[in-house]
């Protein structure tokens, strides 16, 4: 059985920073593709950012260039470090695996998710 724990979320002044982590247990976590989502209040869930096994990421334009994806195989953990942080980027983050290993950036393309960590960015 899968798990994934969020920790990390938080409220910080619009331009702040936070790090968001993952923990991943049950399963091999080296070879699988890892992604980010975010869900704003009254809004769809949507793609923030994902990597691959091998560490290729991709990310949807509007935190291209403010927010980094990593991981680390050696405690099964994905990051998600944000900095130059906007009132828009406000919502509930989600972790999520997959059974591949590229980066995928359709939530159907993934098999596990995490319970969400709250991040509040206020202006």
């Known amino acids: 059985h899968v798990q994934l724990v969020e920790s990390g979320g938080g409220l910080v002044q619009a331009g702040g920073s936070l790090r968001l982590s993952c923990a991943a247990s049950?399963?091999?976590?080296?070879?699988?593709?890892m992604g980010w989502f975010r869900q704003a209040p009254g809004k769809a869930r949507e793609f923030v950012t994902a990597?691959?096994?091998?560490?290729?990421?991709t990310y949807v334009d509007s935190v291209r260039g403010r927010f980094n994806i990593s991981r680390d195989g050696a405690k099964n953990t994905v990051y998600l470090q944000m900095n130059s942080l906007k009132p828009e980027d406000t919502g509930v983050y989600y972790c999520?695996?997959?059974?591949?290993?590229?980066?995928?950036?359709?939530?159907?393309?993934?098999?596990?998710w995490g319970q969400g960590t709250q991040v509040t960015v206020s202006s």
């Open positions: 999520a695996l997959s059974f591949g290993s590229a980066y995928y950036t359709r939530e159907l393309q993934y098999s596990y």
């Open positions: 049950g399963r091999t976590f080296t070879n699988a593709g």
């Open positions: 990597i691959s096994w091998s560490g290729s990421s």
